[in-house]
C-alpha cells in the first residue's frame, strides 16, 4: 500500500466470498494501514482509521467475541439467574457498543469500553459456573446450595409473615 492510501478491494471468489489467499492478503493489509495510522497518530494523516479501517477492526473483534458471550449468557440465565443474566448481557453489549465507537474514532478510545466488557463477560462465566455446581450438588449430591447458604446467612422466612 502506499502511503496515506486506505482503498482496500478484497477480490471475491465466483460465490461471493473472499478466498483464503485474499482474506489473508486483506488481514495484512488491515494491519498495516492500523500500524501506519499509529504511527502517524498527531501528524494530522489519521483519515485511514476515521475511513473505516478501525471501524472493520472493531467489527471484527465483536465478532470474534459473539458465540462466546451467547453460549456464556445462556448457561447462565439457564443455570443460574434470567434477570442477573439479562442485566449482564445488556451491559456486555453496550461496553461493545462503546469499544465500537471508541475504536472508530481512536485506537484508545476503545482501551475502557474492552476491560468493562471483559469484566461483564467474567461476571458470567462465574454465574454460569456457580449455576451449574449449584445442579450438579442437588443431582448429584441431593445438596441445595441455595437453600443451605440462606440458612446459614439467616435469609430463611419467619413463619409468621412473608417478606
Known amino acids: 500500500l502506499k502511503s496515506g492510501s486506505c482503498r482496500l478491494s478484497p477480490e471475491l471468489t465466483p460465490n461471493g466470498r473472499l478466498s483464503q489467499r485474499n482474506s489473508l492478503h486483506l488481514n495484512t493489509r488491515l494491519k498495516g494501514e492500523s500500524l501506519l495510522a499509529r504511527r502517524h497518530a498527531g501528524s494530522g494523516s489519521t483519515h485511514c482509521r476515521s475511513n473505516g479501517v478501525g471501524r472493520v477492526r472493531a467489527r471484527a473483534n465483536c465478532s470474534e467475541y ?28 453496550y461496553g461493545r457498543y462503546q469499544y465500537f465507537r471508541g475504536y472508530a474514532k481512536s485506537a484508545h478510545g476503545r482501551l475502557a469500553p474492552l476491560y468493562f466488557s471483559a469484566k461483564v463477560l467474567w461476571v ?40
Not at 440458612?151 to 417478606?163: A, F, H, I, K, P
Open 66 to 93: 459473539f458465540p462466546i458471550f451467547i453460549i456464556i449468557l445462556w448457561v447462565s440465565g439457564l443455570f443460574f439467574s434470567q434477570g442477573l443474566s439479562a442485566l449482564c448481557g445488556l451491559l456486555y453489549l
Open 124 to 163: 458470567l462465566i462465574g454465574f454460569s459456573a456457580l449455576g451449574i455446581l449449584g445442579s450438579m450438588c442437588r443431582f448429584y449430591l441431593d445438596l441445595d446450595l441455595k437453600q443451605l447458604a440462606s440458612s446459614v446467612l439467616d435469609l430463611t422466612e419467619e413463619e409468621g409473615g412473608g417478606l
